[in-house]
T-cell receptor, first 113, second 114 residues
Framework: KAGVTQTPRYLIKTRGQQVTLSCSPI?????VSWYQQTPGQGLQFLFE???????NKGNFPGRFSGRQFSNSRSEMNVSTLELGDSALYLC????????????FGQGTRLTVV | AQSVTQLDSQVPVFEEAPVELRCNYS??????LFWYVQYPNQGLQLLLK??????LVKGINGFEAEFNKSQTSFHLRKPSVHISDTAEYFC????????????FGTGTRLKVLA
């Protein structure tokens, strides 16, 4: 069974640009969550999607957005990139039932220069 | 608001020695608790979880954790560590089933020495 796939693995962007990251969940999983990991702030929750609807949102500015498609694949977008957006972005998928866990992808490392 | 505290940022330990990684949480409601491990340049892998029932939870790779409601703790233990256990360990809390909004601790870097 394939795991959570995030593309691309590495990305370098310039300040002011925008970026789109992709996440393909495990087959059959309908919930996708996104996290930002930085050395200074650690792991912070960005948002959670289930059945194409955002169910939870973390404390991030509106430059961070996401969506989920009918096949459960998800994308997140960051507009007007800032140096501080450099981070490892992790996606996690789950069945969205009790007693299940979130399975994480390997992440996309975004560097803003 | 929920929060998770991992007091030790780094824990060095010799191979085959026991280890305990500490985690305390604060929440006004019932919580689900998790320990994840992260190897370099990798995502997070679940070690174990506490949802309900027995307060002693056994996970993969010989790890276990004990949920202590009165002390709001969920410490991770392993009786004998291996070099391959060198990694970063994260404690996380979630307030309810069906949501995967985790609040993570700042992580503990476990370094196993030969």
């Amino acid at each position: 069974k394939a795991g959570v796939t995030q593309t691309p693995r590495y990305l370098i962007k310039t300040r002011g640009q925008q970026v789109t990251l992709s996440c393909s969940p495990i087959s059959g999983h309908r919930s996708v969550s996104w996290y930002q990991q930085t050395p200074g702030q650690g792991l912070q929750f960005l948002f959670e999607y289930f059945s194409e609807t955002q169910r939870n949102k973390g404390n991030f500015p509106g430059r961070f957005s996401g969506r989920q498609f009918s096949n459960s694949r998800s994308e997140m977008n960051v507009s007007t990139l800032e140096l501080g957006d450099s981070a490892l972005y992790l996606c996690a998928s789950s069945l969205r039932q009790s007693n299940t866990e979130a399975f994480f992808g390997q992440g996309t490392r975004l560097t803003v220069v | 608001a929920q929060s998770v505290t991992q007091l030790d940022s780094q824990v060095p330990v010799f191979e085959e020695a026991p280890v305990e990684l500490r985690c305390n949480y604060s929440s006004s409601v019932s919580v689900y608790l998790f320990w994840y491990v992260q190897y370099p340049n990798q995502g997070l892998q679940l070690l174990l979880k506490y949802l309900s029932g027995s307060t002693l939870v056994k996970g993969i790779n010989g790890f276990e954790a004990e949920f202590n409601k009165s002390q709001t703790s969920f410490h991770l233990r392993k009786p004998s560590v291996h070099i391959s256990d060198t990694a970063e360990y994260f404690c996380a809390v979630s307030e309810g089933s069906g949501t995967y909004k985790y609040i993570f601790g700042t992580g503990t870097r476990l370094k196993v020495l030969a």
